[in-house]
């Protein structure tokens, strides 16, 4: 597949780049933390992300959306990550993303084109404990019909305070650990026996500890049989993260670049010298092929690929360890101002290290590649 984006691809890339530097660019995550917003966002940012149809990138056509692809998408979360943009996007596409591969066509006329609009919200709502554990939840759900009560906990669902509706991840049959017994629940965040609590995490970023108490949801697909449809979901998610992180990475650097240049000491610029170049060039090495590896995984997921899971696992591993890289070192080479709240470069930290710990930390995603590769 040629990695490369096509015409349509890159004006929006550009359109995308615009709009965050314009509209939300670091000071407003600044702000939003500052007073502590009920939301996490900025709603009349995110009305402007629905308007140009951000929201509908991913969502087919005869459900509203524009048919886009995750490339599309991707791009935009990329530019997205330059600025450390603070909105329900990813969550919503994640969400919206498990709607589309089990749901069925009855739940997807009702909420895709919704979702489109920008007028759902949905969040993934799968970890139950520190660890990433795809197939660890012990959440019960009781199914009769299409009717399901669901009883647990969920931690570290991002966005999970401001969704709409909530994409559970709860257990028929079987134990903590098996692959069979998963079923996906849809379940209205304001309904009875749904108690959320808000946490912000270190990157000032929305996620949100969750109780179900005989909650009602609705099934989504086959009860006992989500196993499958949650991979992709899973998947997804991973690779549109790695996106985003990708555009944290290329900013963090750009950012540390130019502060080599203009930093002087003794006379010269830092940047002349030998052991920071050394430095730099490794940066720039690393960057280059997070570009690579996560064009591949994006180009993968709309070809509908075979090699869709590994590509995620390898793509999530390599940005982990990128974003980790550039970001230490981002501060490292600002020197002790670096550390100060008035320099943004630590923001771009914060995120990658809350960033590396969704959907699977690099040991995880090493040990899964490994068993893809059957080792």
């Given amino acids: 597949m040629p990695l490369v984006l096509n015409e349509e691809q890159t004006m929006l890339k550009d359109s995308a780049k615009d709009f965050c530097a ?174 959320v609590t808000r946490t912000i995490m270190a990157d000032s970023r929305n996620a949100a500890n969750i109780s179900f108490d005989g909650a009602q949801g609705t099934l989504i697909g086959t009860a006992g049989g989500a196993a499958d449809a949650l991979d992709a979901v899973l998947d997804t998610g991973r690779i549109l993260l790695s996106a985003e992180m990708l555009g944290g990475v290329q900013e963090c650097f750009d950012r540390t670049i130019e502060y080599l240049k203009v930093r002087e000491q003794f006379g010269v610029p830092i940047g002349s010298f030998q052991g920071l170049k050394h430095r730099a060039a490794q940066m720039f090495c690393e960057v280059e092929m997070s570009k690579s590896v996560v064009l591949e995984a994006l180009s993968a997921l709309d070809a509908n690929s075979e090699d869709c899971a590994e590509l995620a696992s390898l793509s999530k591993t390599r940005l982990n360890d990128t974003y ?46 490994g068993v893809i590769q059957g080792y």
């Fill in 22 to 195: 314009n509209n939300a660019p670091i000071s407003q995550l600044r702000q939003l933390r500052d007073a502590r917003s009920d939301t996490g966002f900025d709603t009349d940012t995110w009305k402007q992300m629905v308007d140009l149809g951000w929201a509908g990138i991913t969502i087919p056509e005869e459900f509203g959306g524009l048919g886009f692809g995750y490339l599309g998408l991707g791009v935009v979360l990329e530019e997205c990550g330059r600025t450390l943009t603070a909105s329900p996007l990813l969550a919503t596409v994640v969400g919206a993303s498990a709607i589309e591969k089990a749901a069925s066509d009855e739940q997807k006329n009702e909420l895709l084109p919704k979702v489109a609009a920008g007028e759902l919200l949905l969040a993934l709502a799968l970890e139950e404990s520190a660890h990433h554990q795809p197939y660890g939840s012990s959440t019960s759900a009781q199914v009769s019909g299409n009717s399901v009560t669901v009883s647990g906990n969920k931690q570290f669902v991002i966005d999970g305070n401001s969704a709409d509706k909530l994409v559970v991840v709860a257990r028929s049959s079987g134990s903590s650990g098996d692959r069979d017994g998963l079923t996906l629940v849809l379940i209205d965040r304001e309904s009875s026996g749904v108690k």
């Fill in 324 to 369: 980790n890289l550039v970001t230490a070192e981002g501060v490292q080479m600002h020197g002790g101002i670096g550390m100060t709240d008035e320099y943004e470069i630590g923001f771009f930290m914060k995120r990658s290290r809350v960033s590396e710990q969704a959907f699977g930390n690099s040991s995880f995603h090493r040990d899964r590649y």
